[in-house]
């Protein structure tokens, strides 16, 4: 065995024992009621995303363009230092994200917790769901489903701040023009949401 490959495999080792420590910490915080955000990461097609949850539901959901360490900064600012790896709490949140990417579901089902949003951020995010799958509204139809029809650039504000992304589905907002605006994840991943939904529908 090279010294090369012997190097690689022992850091594999050392990462594999340092994420098995780290579920571990979670999974005892958890049960001594000291976590206030529990997080872990998931493969998809939109690349690795990063769900975070408190006690009350989905924090926060972060896409691969997002840098970990500036999202799991701003959870401990935002809501609470207590932040851990702990898998567990993520489960039903990941398994249903699974479902809706393969095209299996169209509404997800689990708490949500918008500490991250506030005013009329969060007033826009609560009415997002309102948008059917599978089709779109303009930021002026979201302003005006607001009762600020001349907000159209706070919506846009609001959706490219939404914590939650994915699930509260600010990818069905769009120009007036119907051209796709900006996403959170990207272009590219918002016009692969939107094809998603139009093919499963």
Avoid at 9 to 37: F, I, K, N, S, T
Avoid at 76 to 89: K, M, Y
Avoid at 116 to 124: I, K, P, Q, T, W
Avoid at 158 to 176: G, W, Y
């Amino acid at each position: 065995m090279t010294e090369d490959l012997r190097t690689h495999l022992d850091l594999a080792d050392d990462d594999a024992r340092l994420a098995g420590l780290a579920d571990r910490l979670g999974r005892a915080a958890e049960a001594e009621g000291l976590l206030d955000v529990a997080y872990r990461t998931v493969d998809s097609p939109l690349g690795r995303l990063l769900l975070a949850a408190t006690p009350r539901g989905l924090v926060r959901v972060a896409f691969e363009t997002e840098t970990e360490d500036a999202v799991l900064t701003e959870l401990a600012t935002g809501v609470s230092p207590r932040v851990l790896r702990a898998p567990a709490r993520l489960d039903g949140v990941a398994r249903q994200l699974e479902e809706y990417l393969a095209g299996r579901r169209r509404e997800f089902d689990v708490p949500i917790d918008l500490t991250l949003a506030s005013g009329f951020r969060r007033e826009v995010v609560t009415l997002l769901p309102r948008i059917a799958y599978g089709t779109t509204a303009s930021y002026r139809e979201v302003a005006t489903m607001a009762g600020r029809p001349g907000a159209t650039r706070a919506v846009g504000t609001a959706c490219a701040r939404n914590p939650v992304p994915l699930v509260v589905p600010c990818h069905r907002v769009v120009r007036a023009d119907g051209t796709i605006g900006a996403y959170r994840g990207g272009h590219d991943a918002k016009v692969a949401l939107l094809e998603l939904e139009r093919a499963a529908a």
